[in-house]
Every structure is written in C-alpha cells, then in structure tokens.
C-alpha cells in the first residue's frame, strides 16, 4: 500500500460528542491512540483533524482540536471550526497567526447551521483564505442530524461563492451526498474548487455492501464527467467509516492505479503540504 493523506477527521475524546454512536456502529473506541495506531497500521501519513458537533449543536472548540494535534507529533493538522458569526470569524483568523503553519484551512458547517456559504459574514474569512491560500472546507449533503437544513446543505450554493472568489481554494465535503452530479459539475466549472470523498456510508444497514456499489459508481461517473480526479481527496470522517473499509472503496472505483494514488495522496500533498 503506498502513502494515504486524510483529509476529513474527528475526534474529541468527549461524553457528548455525537460521534460517538457511529463509533460504537464500527466497533471503533474513538480516542486518539486508537485513531493515531489506525493512522500507522494503514499507511496513514498525515491527517486533517475537523471539529465534531456535541449534542447541544455547537462544535467541539478550535482550541481542543488545536491541542488534539500537538498530541500527534506531527501526524495530524488542525481545520478550524468557524461559525456564521463576526466574532467567530474574527477568532479563527486571530488563532491562524497566533499558530503559523500548523493551521491547514477553515471549515463552515452548511446545513448544520441554517446560513448560506455566500453569507457576506464570511467574507472577511474569504479575503483572508485567499490571500494565504488556506482552503475552506464545506459540509455539504446530508446531516448526522435530523433537524438540519438540506437546503443549506446542498452543494449547488458553492457555484456561487466560486464565481466571486476564483482564486479561493474549497472544498466540498462528502462529495455533496446524494448531489454527486451537482458537485461534478461544480468542481469541473470551478478550477479553484475541489470535492473530498469522506463519510459516505455506514456499516450496519440491511444494504451496506450493495449501497457501497451503488456509491463506487456514482463517484466513478463524477469523475468521468469531471474529467481527472486531480482534485478529488481521500478522506474517511473517522469515525463515520473505518480505514479498512474507507481505502477498500477507493479500491472500488473503476479508475486507474495513477489516479487512485492521486486521491490517496498527491491531490492533499500538493493542497495542504
């Protein structure tokens, strides 16, 4: 197996964090020496650490990821939470320059929080993402709750960001689950928009084998219409989907070996490293 990069990764260590019912799903502790003994026993070379939510809907604090990753030596990268607030925004800007170089990029919670990616409160963030080439993450799709905005979720909202700021790095979370189509067209219109693959399925379900088929080709048919999978990243929202499960659907894709060691690896190693 060659060198994996995971571009979309939780962790907490804390009672109410709502992750912790997909971990019990996989079988998974969710705690940082399981997930940094993951990361050595697949190839894992370095990883992006995000924010999950806790129960009361707010994220886990920037300053707890930030702390997470001084914890890894050196194997995994803070993405800042940032909310649909002046005073958020503000924050997660003054937490950049207060730790240069270790920060890798933004992420705003779409549908999580009833807000449009094209809300003028972030654009402060915007100017800011640009002019260091920070990129900022998007979720985008479904929800690990019911009561979230699909609406705000939906991928298509990104277009409209991409055409005012086209030199802004982003992200698309989740390959916009279930808009995978709508994300394509996106990330092939967009030359500054990229989409990771994280978080698509769960075990468990009646018909998890085939729904991971069913997922193989619909993302293989994204990349056809995209074109190259040279902005397509590899990422697992551990603990949403396991490792071994997670690079076994890479392995499904109906691609070549050269491209699925792009989505692996070079495609974050030239975006955040």
Request: proline share 5%; hydrophobic share 40%; aromatic share 12%.
């Amino acid at each position: 197996m060659g060198r994996i990069i995971d571009v979309h990764i939780h962790c907490s260590e804390m009672d109410d964090d709502i992750l912790n019912s997909y971990a019990k799903i996989n079988g998974l502790e969710y705690n940082m020496k399981e997930l940094i003994d993951l990361m050595k026993e697949n190839g894992i070379e370095s990883g992006l650490l995000l924010s999950p939510a806790l129960a009361n809907g707010i994220p886990v604090p920037n300053e707890r990821i930030i702390e997470l990753c001084k914890r890894s030596n050196g194997r995994l990268f803070p993405v800042l939470t940032v909310e649909p607030s002046k005073t958020s925004v503000s924050e997660s800007l003054q937490m950049v320059e207060k730790n240069k170089g270790m920060i890798k990029g933004f992420k705003i919670r779409l549908g999580y929080r009833s807000v449009y990616p094209y809300d003028p409160v972030f654009y402060p963030l915007y100017e800011y993402a640009q002019m260091t080439s920070l990129p900022v993450m998007y979720h985008t799709g479904d929800t690990a709750v019911p009561n979230a905005s699909l609406l705000h979720a939906h991928p298509i909202n990104i277009d409209r960001v991409a055409n005012q700021w086209d030199e802004l790095k982003m992200i698309i979370c989740h390959f916009g689950n279930p808009w995978f189509m709508d994300t394509a067209e996106i990330v092939y219109k967009h030359q500054n928009v990229y989409a990771d693959i994280s978080g698509l399925f769960l075990r468990g379900a009646k018909y998890s084998s085939k729904y991971m088929g069913y997922l193989a080709e619909m993302i293989s048919n994204a990349i056809y219409h995209i074109g190259n999978v040279d902005k397509i990243l590899f990422g697992t929202d551990y603990p949403v989907e396991t490792y071994s499960d997670a690079i076994a659907f890479v392995r499904m894709l109906d691609i070549d070996e050269e491209d699925r060691e792009k989505i692996f690896y070079y495609n974050a190693k030239k975006l955040f490293f």
